[in-house]
């Protein structure tokens, strides 16, 4: 499956962004998705997953209450609602796949090329 992230960008703190993952090679109905972020020199850090029936749901704590993951199957798509960005907030943002739940990188081996998302005054 080929992921292709958008939506990132320059954002003020307090602001919103939605993040979007359109899924081309495979239906995402047979994954679990995903949103990871990195900053340089730092490990990819787990945002939210999402199981494939919308079912179950998993969120960083750093990031719960603000951010929401959902999906559209039909449409082969996955969104990331990012709410009250802070600056902590910036970082790439990665969408991934994956045949089984997980909130470690190293599980889901299909990734996306990466969006920025910025917070910024």
């Known amino acids: 499956v080929q992921l292709v992230e958008s939506g990132g960008g320059l954002v003020q703190p307090g602001g919103s962004l939605r993040l979007s993952c359109a899924a081309s090679g495979s239906t995402i109905s047979n994954y679990y998705m995903g949103w990871f972020r990195q900053n340089p020199g730092k490990d990819r850090e787990f945002v939210a997953t999402i199981s494939q029936n919308s079912a179950h749901t998993a969120v960083a704590e750093s990031v719960k209450g603000r951010f929401t993951i959902s999906r559209d199957n039909a449409e082969n798509t996955v969104y990331l609602q990012a709410n009250n960005l802070n600056t902590e907030d910036t970082a790439v943002y990665y969408c991934?796949?994956?045949?089984?739940?997980?909130?470690?990188?190293?599980?889901?081996?299909?990734w996306g090329q990466g969006t920025q998302v910025t917070v910024s005054s």
């Open positions: 991934v796949a994956s045949t089984a739940y997980s909130t470690s990188a190293s599980m889901y081996p299909y």
